[in-house]
């Protein structure tokens, strides 16, 4: 560069000559040391842009300012962003990237202060915000916009308007509102305080122009003939971006107004849940549309998903439940939630109520019941399809017991051996005579003469029997009496479970 400095000058000397004063040649040098400036920074320039063309080409097109911060980019600038996902969704659009703020500025067509043109009516004038591409100066869809609300932590977006007797808000009459994204109207400019006019001058220590007195929340509410200005950030990223505002109340020339909006600006990375949901996977970068594991917060147990990436936005991603298992709708199955009373119990998994006349919440039959065997301990039997839930009480087959009833006999036999039994017996006169007597043909003579011999019996043996039968008797068979084996129902041993049905 000194070089080009010595030619410079050495030309200058040879053309004009020797005779040049001291004070045209300090001024020419000075305006070639101006050049000098000039060109380094023009190099600067041109060295700092092909540095960051050099890092975006190693990156490509992000979703987010956010997201450039985290590969270092660090040059504040107009980028490229993408928030709906690369290769899905609508084209990218250029932003403005606050690095110094973190913020990522959406760009409009109302950022300049512009005057209200005067008309009556409340909300009479009317400007329609359209969001542009900062490259092509074309609009952005709005698809995009969301999927950036969506992806930040928080946005926000200014909004100033100056007045000299012109109200937002007199007499209950609001002269001015917008319009947020949902198509409401709203006279809040400032916070998320849907519903609730409101302005910055309101949360100063000082407070709005007489508010004391007055009680209005808005400087430019007390219509004064002086000039006063209300300020305020909508912060509320349901409602955001602003898209249309409305004016009026302009009668006379004295009465002036005019309005600022500032960019959408989106700050950070909203914290997702990773793989909680289609939506949150599809925040954390993944766009490729297929089957995903998923654990949703209020589930215990993991499940099947499909994705469709290709929405254009990222509240709704369309999630379709893939079934895990072969059990068809209407699958009943006997379920313990622990195996022992003192461990945790299991939830059921997603799709499965228990049969204790549950209402069913989703699929084909939402509104409907499921059976009621827990709460009076049904057993499950199998039927034709025309008799699937009929439901039968208990019962005991009729029948009858046949008692032929039943008699005992006996019998007892006993005997005794010969024997004889010895005696006397009388005789007449003497010994050798006959004997005498009642027994025998002899009659006895005087008793005092009576002689009296031996005599015996002749041999005899003993025998006895005897038998005996009952009368037939019936059983008079009764019920069970031990209190371990009897109760109020019949039934085998078992052990309790739930039953459970998939309903969906």
Same mark, same amino acid.
């Given at each position: 560069m000194h070089s080009f400095l010595a030619i410079s000058f050495l030309f200058f000397s040879q053309s004009h000559g020797a005779q040049e004063d001291n004070s045209h040649t300090k001024d020419l040098i000075k305006r070639l040391q101006k050049v000098e400036s000039n060109i380094l920074e023009v190099k600067d320039d041109l060295e700092d842009r092909v540095a960051k063309l050099e890092e975006l080409a190693m990156i490509g097109t992000l979703r987010s300012c956010y997201e450039y911060s985290q590969y270092g980019l660090k040059t504040n600038g107009l980028y490229m962003v993408d928030p709906d996902g690369g290769l899905v969704g609508q084209e990218p659009f250029q932003v403005y990237c606050d690095f110094n703020t973190g913020a990522t500025e959406v760009m409009h067509d109302t950022e300049v202060l !512009? &005057?209200?043109?005067h008309c009556h009516d409340p909300g009479c004038y009317q400007k329609n915000i359209t969001y542009i591409n900062g490259l092509t100066q074309e609009h952005v869809s709005m698809s995009q916009i969301v999927s950036l609300i969506e992806l930040a932590a928080y946005c926000e977006q200014e909004i100033r308007y100056d007045c000299t007797l012109a109200p937002l808000t007199i007499d209950d009459v609001n002269y001015a509102f917008w319009e947020d994204r949902q198509g409401e109207i709203n006279t809040y400019y400032t916070g998320s305080n849907y519903g609730t006019h409101v302005c910055d001058c309101h949360y100063d220590p000082e407070g709005c122009i007489d508010e004391q007195t007055r009680g209005n929340t808005c400087n430019c509410d007390v219509h004064l003939p002086i000039p006063s200005t209300d300020t305020g950030t909508i912060t509320n990223t349901t409602a955001l971006p602003v898209m249309t505002l409305f004016f009026g109340g302009l009668d006379y020339d004295l009465q002036s107004a005019a309005y600022q909006l500032g960019r959408l600006k989106c700050y950070g990375d909203k914290e997702v849940k990773i793989a909680t949901s289609c939506a949150a996977l599809k925040k %954390? =970068?993944?766009m490729t549309s297929g089957y995903y594991n998923i654990k949703p917060e209020s589930d215990t147990h993991t499940k099947l998903?499909?994705? &469709?990436? %290709?929405? =254009?936005?990222y509240t709704d991603v369309p999630q379709v439940d893939e079934v895990s298992n072969a059990s068809p709708l209407g699958t009943i199955l006997a379920w313990v939630p622990q195996p022992e009373a003192s461990l945790t119990a299991e939830a059921l998994p997603e799709g499965w109520l228990p049969c204790d006349g549950s209402t069913i919440t989703k699929g084909p039959w939402t509104g409907g019941k499921t059976p009621d065997l827990n709460s009076i301990g049904a057993f499950l039997r199998g039927g034709t399809d025309d008799k699937v839930l009929e439901m039968e009480d208990d019962q005991m087959q009729d029948h009858e017991h046949e &008692? +032929? =009833?039943? %008699? +005992?006999?006996?019998?007892?036999?006993?005997?005794?051996?010969n024997h004889h039994h010895s005696y006397y017996k009388a005789k007449n006169d003497s010994p050798d005579g006959p004997f005498c007597g009642t027994d025998n043909s002899t009659p006895c003579s005087d008793p005092d003469s009576l002689a009296? &011999?031996?005599?015996?019996t002749g041999y005899a043996s003993v025998s006895v029997s005897t038998s005996c039968s009952t009368t037939t008797h019936s059983s008079g068979m009764g019920g069970i009496k031990s209190a371990a084996r009897s109760g109020t129902e019949t039934r085998p041993i078992?052990? %309790?479970? !739930?039953?459970?049905?998939?309903?969906?």
């Open positions: !512009t &005057d209200v043109l %954390k =970068g993944i998903v499909f994705c &469709d990436m %290709k929405s =254009g936005t &008692d +032929h =009833g039943h %008699k +005992h006999s006996c019998s007892a036999s006993s005997s005794a051996s009296y &011999d031996s005599a015996s078992n052990m %309790k479970v !739930t039953y459970v049905m998939r309903c969906w």
